[in-house]
């Protein structure tokens, strides 16, 4: 069975810093992965996935991710926070081809000025 | 364009009534799941339809849970009778049954208390 271990609970830093949000799975399979944010009071949103290729990929406000089959992870990363990435971040796997997704327990994220 | 709608935002029900959770999926959209958050569980998918055929219903707790989904633009999650631990918020997601990845979109949610 899939499973994603998301090692932090919560994550702060300082406005400006760099932050790594880490994230682990476990499939037999070829997998799709996924990170989501959920904002404040908010459903969840897609921020970025890999399928298949580059295996760095990238989001509009300046995360990335990178997976690294051989350590079977999916770590998130930011150079450099803004107080509005405030929020809860969930990574996520699927079978490729598959529909459902198995969520991490996700890592809160606080930005302190 | 309107995402997922859920309705009521919040519930609080006394022990042993019964809820209804209700969502609309986006327009279009032929696959819709329904998912519990909480802080012990996280994220659970509770029961997912496609083309308003639920497919997998694993994740639903006990009989107390049922969902519907009686068209493509409408579904229901019940619980009957209802209990405290039930407490957490119910979120419903859609996508589209024809893409190659599993982007799901999510609605606000439905926080549900049950004294």
């Known amino acids: 069975a899939q499973s994603v271990t998301q090692l932090d609970s919560q994550v702060p830093v300082f406005e400006e810093a760099p932050v790594e949000l880490r994230c682990n799975y476990s499939s037999s399979v070829s997998v799709y992965l996924f990170w989501y944010v959920q904002y404040p009071n908010q459903g969840l949103q897609l921020l970025l996935k890999?399928?298949?290729?580059?295996?760095l990929v990238k989001s509009i406000n300046g995360f990335e991710a990178e997976f690294n089959k051989s350590q079977t992870s999916f770590h998130l990363r930011k150079p450099s926070v803004h107080i509005s990435d405030t929020a809860e971040y969930f990574c996520?796997?699927?079978?490729?081809?598959?529909?459902?997704?198995?969520f991490g327990q996700g890592t809160r994220l606080t930005i302190n000025p | 364009d309107a995402g997922v709608i859920q309705s009521p935002r919040h519930e609080v029900t006394e022990m042993g009534q019964e809820v209804t959770l209700r969502c609309k999926p986006i327009s279009g959209h032929n696959s819709l799941f329904w998912y519990r958050q909480t802080m012990m569980r996280g994220l659970e998918l509770l029961i997912y339809?496609?083309?308003?055929?639920?497919?997998?219903d694993s994740g639903m707790p006990e009989d107390r849970f049922s969902a519907k989904m009686p068209n493509a633009s409408f579904s229901t999650l019940k619980i009957q009778p209802s209990e405290p631990r039930d407490s957490a918020v119910y979120f419903c997601?859609?996508?589209?049954?024809?893409?190659?990845?599993?982007?799901?979109?999510f609605g606000p949610g439905t926080r549900l208390t049950v004294l």
């Open positions: 339809f496609n083309n308003n055929v639920p497919i997998d």
């Open positions: 997601a859609s996508s589209p049954l024809s893409s190659s990845y599993n982007e799901q979109f």
């Open positions: 996520a796997v699927s079978d490729q081809g598959a529909q459902k997704l198995v």
């Open positions: 890999y399928l298949s290729g580059s295996t």
